[in-house]
């Protein structure tokens, strides 16, 4: 089986990711982009699993997903509280807090 | 007939004794959730009796357990119920009735929903027992989604309030980009090792050849970790997330969530990586040197109390880091630094949650958490100053009080190995306690000695609630710090965690 070619481009929706969560100021891309993350690891552990014939990493994947999606959920509550609250969903207007 | 078996799957034999702590937790919530749906307004006042009762229910198995004194393991040693775990399960369970107390008055009192309030408190709790038990990736990365979900939303718990707002979205952003990071690590440790167990990655990564991949997944699972325990240099969500969430949840923050994120590290590392001690020890020790003197150096220039305590908070996370900087050397000094790290572990909850309830008594009366308006405390509640003074001091280090025995397990654990990185990392521990007496004295002296900033001398009625929970946290604080024996006895133990599998 090719590992690589799917390491890779776990490795790269990874960087994109992280890249996403550091620049964008929208919180809902700022969730896409972590959301991009899991969905990498999710990559590597179904190809690192069937690589080693191993159930395990799929079980692994299967729970990530179910995660997110609960944590996504919750993201999603907190941005539309934060629209409701400022009428903008920008991450880098809410620093009232500083010290 | 049974279709996993048709199938040629065997369930995997439950220990039910060992699981009823968390069985508990979940029929509190089930509880909870009846109660709050069908019970309407008047079953209200319950809630928070029926919390903590629950919580005291759920420490009645850890102590059979502690009893019972055999080591369990489930799941092919995924989840492991022995004397490390139960000493943190019954920490959290504690914390989280203090936690309770704290919040009590201030839940009822505020026009927010109350029912969901415990639910969601209950649900974090069932998180961190599970995280004192986990002995495998999955079950490591399932208790810290568990108890970091519900702890995002008790932090905007406050949902119109623009501070309560931002406390949360800071809190869940940082959390959650820590956790997918902390994910990219550990699938990369399973592709690398084929196994998400913990003592068979220990086993898999053994030798002095490691693929390169292996030393940066070890890399993203500690830093993942770093996020969780607030360290230097990622922990600039701690300070706004205690100023801005209610503070009964800040407490919980500080102590429960931490505690959980140094358990989970602990375990991962000192199972899991022993062996590898050149890839995790520089970086751990990086880490525990740059959050103490950033921590206290920020924590001089505070204003705020809640402030100063989130960034002592931060220093407190650089102290029980440093034990696992120097955990690698030998089977004595990885000992060592579980005990010392176990150890600080619960005495840092006992005084900080007492330092949040004074701080939630205080707000009754001022509405505020600025130093300035502790000026004259003691002239008017001379009561809370002196419980205030016991947790300040004891998290300074001074004794009797039970801080100075946590930080002496710390210095003990870092001179064991006799190494130089052990000894700096000591003098460093000592420097940064010196920085950090000024600020805690700074306090003091405000209650003590400053007047009343606007003349208002009328004593501070403390609700009966947050009073037992000063307490419990007085009692701690000057029991351990007396009588440490009491604890060493636990932690110490040479069966406390098997290490090294």
């Known amino acids: ?31 896409m982009s ?27 994947a299967l729970f990530i997903i179910a995660v997110a999606a609960a944590e996504v959920g919750v993201g999603l509550a907190i941005v539309l509280m934060l629209f409701r609250n400022r009428r903008s969903i920008d991450i880098d207007a809410v620093d009232q807090l500083k010290g | 007939m049974n279709i996993l078996a048709a199938v040629g799957v065997d369930n995997p034999p439950l220990d039910w004794h060992a ?31 029926l919390t903590g009762i629950g919580l005291l229910a759920a420490l009645i ?32 369970l504690i914390a989280g009735y203090v936690v309770v107390l704290l919040s009590t008055n201030y839940i009822a009192e505020g026009d927010y929903w109350e029912g969901e309030y415990y639910q969601l408190l209950v649900a974090s709790l069932l998180g961190m027992t599970v995280m004192a038990s986990a002995r495998d990736l999955i079950s490591v990365f399932l208790a810290l989604e568990l108890l970091s979900i519900p702890a995002y939303m008790l932090a905007a718990w406050r949902k119109r309030d623009l501070g309560s707002e931002e406390a949360g979205m ?40 490691v693929p390169a991949l292996v030393a940066l997944a070890v890399v993203l699972v500690v830093v993942g970790f770093a996020f969780k325990v607030s360290a230097v240099p990622f922990h600039t969500w701690a300070p706004d997330t205690y100023q801005g969430a209610p503070t009964p949840v800040t407490a919980f923050l500080a102590v429960g969530s931490k505690a959980a994120g140094f358990v989970a590290l602990m375990t991962v590392v000192l199972i899991a990586f022993p062996t590898q001690p050149r890839i995790f020890e520089p970086l751990i020790w990086a880490l525990a040197a740059v959050t103490m003197i950033v921590g206290n150096l920020i924590a001089l220039r505070q204003t705020n109390l809640v402030r100063m305590l989130a960034y002592s908070g931060v ?19 990885a000992a060592m630094a579980v005990e010392a790290v176990s150890t600080y572990l619960v005495i840092y909850a006992a005084m900080n949650l007492g330092a949040f309830a004074v701080v939630i008594a205080v707000a009754r009366k001022t509405g505020s958490a600025e130093i300035d308006s502790y000026g004259g405390l003691f002239s008017y509640s001379p009561v809370l100053a002196v419980c205030m003074s016991v947790f300040l001091f004891s998290l300074a280090g001074i ?48 209650m ?9 001398t009328t004593p501070i009625r403390v609700p009966m609630s947050l009073a037992a929970a000063l307490t419990i946290t007085v009692a701690v604080t000057l029991v351990v710090g007396v009588l440490p024996q009491v604890l060493a006895r636990v932690t110490g133990a040479e069966t406390f965690l098997s290490i090294g599998g």
């Open chain 1, 1 to 31: 089986m090719l590992l690589n070619q799917f390491l890779l481009l776990a490795a790269v929706l990874f960087c994109i990711g992280v890249y996403g969560v550091l620049t964008r100021r929208n919180g809902v891309m700022v969730l």
């Open chain 1, 34 to 60: 972590i959301e991009l993350i899991l969905n990498a690891v999710n990559i590597n552990l179904i190809a690192f699993g069937t690589y080693l014939s191993d159930a395990t990493g799929q079980a692994f």
């Open chain 2, 19 to 49: 699981l009823a702590p968390e069985l508990v937790l979940v029929g509190l919530l089930a509880v909870l959730l009846l109660v709050d749906a069908f019970g309407g307004e008047r079953s209200r006042w319950a809630m928070p009796s």
């Open chain 2, 61 to 92: 198995p850890v102590a059979t357990l502690a009893y019972d004194g055999v080591v369990r393991s489930m799941f092919d040693g995924a989840y492991v119920v022995d004397n490390y775990a139960l000493l943190f399960k019954a920490l959290f």
């Open chain 2, 170 to 209: 800071k809190y869940y952003l940082m959390g959650v980009f820590a956790s997918a990071i902390l994910l990219y690590g550990m699938s990369l440790l399973y592709g690398m090792t084929g196994s998400t167990l913990l003592v068979d990655i220990a086993g898999a990564i053994e030798g002095t050849e």
């Open chain 2, 315 to 333: 220093a407190q996370a650089g102290y029980i880091l440093a034990p696992l900087a120097v955990a690698g050397v030998s089977g004595a000094s």
């Open chain 2, 399 to 446: 004794p009797p009080l039970a801080g100075w025995y946590g930080k002496l397990t710390i210095f003990l654990a870092l001179i064991e190995p006799g190494t130089l990185a052990g000894y700096i990392l000591a003098v460093i521990v000592g420097l940064a306690s010196v920085i950090a007496l000024f600020y805690y004295a700074r306090v003091a002296k405000v």
């Open chain 2, 448 to 456: 003590f000695v400053d007047p009343a900033p606007d003349g208002d």
